[in-house]
């Protein structure tokens, strides 16, 4: 039941192997032996520290086939907070590509935590093939650290039952057809890029091509996999189209049947600028949560225009926009917002985490009789379509006024000049606190920046526009492509911010 899966074909690109699901069964049979023969068992946890090749997706079912439960780990974090991961989730395997340096296998042993790399093994030897172990629908199957891997970790636990219902949804809302050829860009470390983009497909039968994730080789030949593979379907974030849209020449075979964009919010004019280079019928907004098993609504919407904010209806759930956040507000009738009320979105589904590992007080915050705390603040209009503002942490409280930090994203990303944007928080005497702005430009001309001001005066109210102006060549982000709004303002506080009056085109 829970391993029946009819997988298709792995296939990397960029290297040329292609495993065929025969291929693949024997590999799974294989490194699942060797884990009974280590002493894995049921209900152990697996530390994974690489991913988007075919062998990850291997050591993703041989755990499971034996009953543990898989940790997919950033392969960019360091030994310290490899540690810190493995002395909160207490790991029994670590599991690497290539021998790890000596510092991770330190930490790891001060774990007490066994280390094998793949690279020492034989995982294409025949193995006799053996049932699965008896895993349970509510055993856990997935933990994806989303913070902490410093101080305190939040790891979210989906078990096979919250991760066989997300994908049960999304094959009663989206079918399989269109994913019958699926390109993976993303991190598999993370929600969107493994669950959604990747499992799903995979395991309804549908060919996975794997790519290294957030490269720029692998972007700027973006549009020739397309064509050399024939890729019916691909999902990425939108900082990763903004890359690819400038330097990946659009595909020339109409291939592409569905594109999806999720994990951050979608400006109309990005929306219009993909949907154009993609030339794919569908280019769906995709809205999705870690703790709801990724994605949850989308723009499944007979004859929708791109808008900014947009999300459109749930798949597999139910959505509610409360004018409270806490728990409890979800059982108040009277805290329901009215059509095109903004406030806070609540989901119920079949989906949701099992909850954070060891962090009870963390869940019982944002989880109340099966309904999740989103953080997200939106409206639902008179059609029942999500439409998304920002997020409640990251509401900047501008003298009473409040200022969703998305809102300036989006019209700042509107002018042409625009490669990157990230608007957030400062603090001010009088005000309490005031928008600030980091820009990364095309050109960034002095009569540039003077344009992007003007166009900027024009879109936004006149509480929303930025104070603080700041021109980078680059905004961090994380590895699975989102961007931290403390961390660039912490940045941009070593910065210079650029002279207003000059932007004004005047001298004072």
């Given at each position: 039941?829970?391993?029946?899966?009819?997988?298709?074909?792995?296939?990397?690109?960029a290297?040329?192997?292609?495993?065929?699901?025969?291929?693949?069964?024997?590999?799974?049979?294989?490194?699942?032996?060797?884990?009974?023969?280590?002493?894995?068992?049921?209900?152990?946890?697996?530390f994974?520290?690489?991913?988007?090749?075919?062998?990850?997706?291997?050591?993703?079912?041989?755990?499971?086939?034996?009953?543990?439960?898989?940790?997919p780990?950033?392969?960019?974090?360091?030994?310290?907070?490899?540690?810190?991961?493995?002395?909160?989730?207490?790991?029994?395997?670590?599991?690497?590509?290539?021998?790890?340096?000596?510092?991770?296998?330190?930490?790891?042993?001060?774990?007490?935590?066994?280390?094998?790399?793949?690279?020492?093994?034989?995982?294409?030897?025949?193995?006799?093939?053996?049932?699965?172990?008896?895993?349970?629908?509510?055993?856990?199957?997935?933990?994806?650290?989303?913070?902490?891997?410093?101080?305190?970790?939040?790891?979210?636990?989906?078990?096979?039952?919250?991760?066989?219902?997300?994908?049960?949804?999304?094959?009663?809302?989206?079918?399989?057809?269109?994913?019958?050829?699926?390109?993976?860009?993303?991190?598999?470390?993370?929600?969107?890029?493994?669950?959604?983009?990747?499992?799903?497909?995979?395991?309804?039968?549908?060919?996975?091509?794997?790519?290294?994730?957030?490269r720029?080789?692998?972007?700027?030949?973006?549009?020739?996999?397309?064509?050399?593979?024939?890729?019916?379907?691909?999902?990425?974030?939108?900082?990763?189209?903004?890359?690819?849209?400038?330097?990946?020449?659009?595909?020339?075979?109409?291939?592409?049947?569905?594109?999806?964009?999720?994990?951050?919010?979608?400006?109309?004019?990005?929306?219009?600028?993909?949907?154009?280079?993609?030339?794919?019928?569908?280019v769906?907004?995709?809205?999705?949560?870690?703790?709801?098993?990724?994605?949850?609504?989308?723009?499944?919407?007979?004859?929708?225009?791109?808008?900014?904010?947009?999300?459109?209806?749930?798949?597999?759930?139910?959505?509610?926009?409360?004018?409270?956040?806490?728990?409890?507000?979800?059982?108040?009738?009277?805290?329901l917002?009215?059509?095109d009320?903004?406030?806070?979105?609540?989901?119920?589904?079949?989906?949701?985490?099992?909850?954070?590992?060891d962090?009870?007080?963390?869940t019982?915050?944002?989880?109340?009789?099966?309904?999740?705390?989103?953080?997200?603040?939106?409206?639902?209009?008179?059609?029942?379509?999500?439409?998304?503002?920002?997020?409640?942490?990251?509401?900047?409280?501008?003298?009473?006024?409040?200022?969703?930090?998305?809102?300036?994203?989006?019209?700042?990303?509107?002018?042409?000049?625009?490669?990157?944007?990230?608007?957030?928080?400062?603090?001010?005497?009088?005000?309490?606190?005031?928008?600030?702005?980091?820009?990364?430009l095309?050109?960034?001309?002095?009569?540039?920046?003077?344009?992007?001001?003007?166009?900027?005066?024009?879109?936004?109210?006149?509480?929303?526009?930025?104070?603080?102006?700041?021109?980078?060549?680059?905004?961090?982000?994380?590895?699975?492509?989102?961007?931290n709004?403390?961390?660039?303002?912490?940045?941009?506080?070593n910065?210079?911010?650029?002279?207003?009056?000059?932007?004004?085109?005047?001298?004072?």
């Amino acid at each position: 039941m829970l391993l029946g899966h009819r997988f298709g074909a792995l296939v990397e690109p960029a290297t040329g192997r292609v495993w065929t699901s025969a291929e693949i069964t024997r590999r799974v049979s294989t490194r699942a032996a060797q884990h009974r023969a280590g002493g894995l068992q049921r209900g152990d946890r697996v530390f994974i520290h690489f991913g988007n090749c075919n062998e990850f997706f291997v050591e993703v079912l041989a755990a499971w086939r034996v009953g543990a439960c898989v940790v997919p780990i950033d392969p960019a974090f360091t030994p310290f907070e490899i540690e810190t991961l493995a002395a909160w989730a207490r790991p029994q395997l670590s599991v690497w590509f290539d021998p790890p340096g000596a510092d991770s296998v330190a930490a790891m042993e001060r774990s007490g935590v066994e280390t094998v790399a793949l690279a020492g093994l034989d995982t294409t030897a025949a193995a006799e093939a053996t049932r699965p172990t008896g895993v349970h629908l509510d055993d856990d199957a997935l933990i994806l650290f989303t913070s902490g891997t410093t101080g305190d970790p939040k790891g979210v636990v989906h078990t096979h039952r919250s991760l066989q219902a997300r994908w049960s949804s999304l094959r009663d809302h989206l079918g399989v057809d269109a994913f019958e050829r699926t390109l993976c860009i993303l991190p598999t470390h993370f929600g969107h890029g493994l669950i959604c983009n990747s499992l799903f497909p995979w395991l309804a039968g549908c060919d996975l091509y794997v790519q290294p994730p957030f490269r720029p080789e692998t972007l700027v030949t973006l549009g020739e996999t397309v064509d050399e593979h024939g890729i019916t379907f691909l999902s990425s974030v939108p900082a990763v189209w903004r890359l690819a849209l400038r330097i990946s020449r659009a595909p020339t075979i109409p291939s592409l049947r569905r594109v999806c964009i999720g994990s951050a919010p979608l400006s109309e004019s990005l929306w219009r600028s993909v949907q154009e280079w993609s030339g794919a019928p569908e280019v769906l907004n995709a809205y999705g949560i870690t703790e709801t098993g990724s994605w949850l609504a989308g723009t499944t919407v007979d004859g929708f225009e791109p808008e900014d904010g947009l999300v459109g209806v749930p798949w597999g759930g139910v959505v509610r926009v409360l004018r409270r956040g806490e728990p409890g507000a979800e059982s108040d009738p009277d805290a329901l917002c009215a059509p095109d009320e903004l406030g806070h979105v609540w989901v119920s589904t079949p989906a949701l985490m099992r909850g954070y590992l060891d962090r009870d007080d963390l869940t019982e915050k944002v989880v109340a009789d099966g309904w999740f705390a989103t953080g997200d603040i939106g409206t639902l209009d008179a059609h029942g379509r999500l439409y998304l503002r920002g997020r409640e942490r990251e509401e900047i409280n501008k003298g009473g006024l409040k200022v969703y930090p998305a809102d300036i994203d989006t019209a700042i990303e509107s002018f042409p000049a625009t490669a990157d944007v990230c608007a957030f928080a400062f603090e001010d005497l009088l005000l309490g606190e005031e928008v600030g702005v980091a820009v990364v430009l095309h050109d960034d001309a002095p009569d540039t920046m003077r344009a992007l001001h003007a166009w900027t005066v024009e879109r936004l109210a006149k509480h929303q526009v930025p104070r603080r102006w700041y021109l980078l060549s680059a905004i961090p982000r994380t590895s699975r492509g989102k961007v931290n709004r403390a961390t660039v303002a912490n940045q941009c506080a070593n910065e210079t911010p650029l002279s207003v009056a000059a932007l004004r085109g005047t001298s004072t």
